[in-house]
T-cell receptor, first 114, second 113 residues
Framework: NAGVTQTPKFRILKIGQSMTLQCTQD?????MYWYRQDPGMGLKLIYY???????DKGEVPNGYNVSRSTTEDFPLRLELAAPSQTSVYFC?????????????FGPGTRLTVL | QKEVEQDPGPLSVPEGAIVSLNCTYS??????FMWYRQYSRKGPELLMY????GNKEDGRFTAQVDKSSKYISLFIRDSQPSDSATYLC?????????????FGTGTRLLVSP
């Protein structure tokens, strides 16, 4: 049981490039989330999904897109990368009715846009 | 005004000290209150969860929620060097739903041997 896995661990992008951050969970959780964490700013919700085929915006969705075609996968797409998207990105998952509404986090992807 | 306020620290204490970490919030609809612990270069992990007001104890950790003051606390007794981490408060509820968490900025704790 690997939990929540994210790839890549690190990435450097040039301004204007695009990339997809991958997230997979093997716990059969219905909820999945993408957060970004900037120094001194806590975690901000980018997008979330309540199940395959259903996604919704969080607090800071601009510049990102998501899709959820399977229960396990929730990729985050960055189009036209900008320096403001330099951050650490965390994927998380949870189960409706799970103990303490716990969200399980992946190890993060450190992205730098130059 | 931020929805959730948390002192970023760092908070430095000697081993064995009692640590008090706090958050204040402005949204009176919040009902679910959590503390996540995040080690350096790792993802956060749930440490404590409290629903509505009251106290909850788990080993050396005690979480308190005072909804009338919009104030939550995490106490760590007999602190250990392994407790050195960033502690993030998080909360949810009301019309945002219980799963959409609002996080504080995190308090960095350093426990020296």
């Amino acid at each position: 049981n690997a939990g929540v896995t994210q790839t890549p661990k690190f990435r450097i992008l040039k301004i204007g490039q695009s990339m997809t951050l991958q997230c997979t969970q093997d716990m059969n959780h219905n909820y999945m989330y993408w957060y970004r964490q900037d120094p001194g700013m806590g975690l901000k919700l980018i997008y979330y999904s309540v199940g395959a085929g259903i996604t919704d915006k969080g607090e800071v969705p601009n510049g990102y897109n998501v899709s959820r075609s399977t229960t396990e996968d929730f990729p985050l797409r960055l189009e036209l990368a900008a320096p403001s998207q330099t951050s650490v990105y965390f994927c998380a998952s949870s189960y409706l009715g799970g103990r303490d509404h716990e969200q399980f986090f992946g190890p993060g992807t450190r992205l730098t846009v130059l | 005004q931020k929805e959730v306020e948390q002192d970023p620290g760092p908070l430095s204490v000697p081993e064995g000290a009692i640590v008090s970490l706090n958050c204040t919030y402005s949204n009176s609809a919040f009902q679910y209150f959590m503390w996540y612990r995040q080690y350096s270069r790792k993802g956060p992990e749930l440490l404590m969860y409290t629903y509505s007001s009251g106290n909850k104890e788990d080993g050396r950790f005690t979480a308190q929620v005072d909804k009338s003051s919009k104030y939550i606390s995490l106490f760590i007794r007999d602190s250990q060097p392994s407790d050195s981490a960033t502690y993030l408060c998080a909360m949810s509820g009301g019309n945002t739903g219980f799963q959409k968490l609002v996080f504080g900025t995190g308090t960095r704790l350093l426990v020296s041997p």
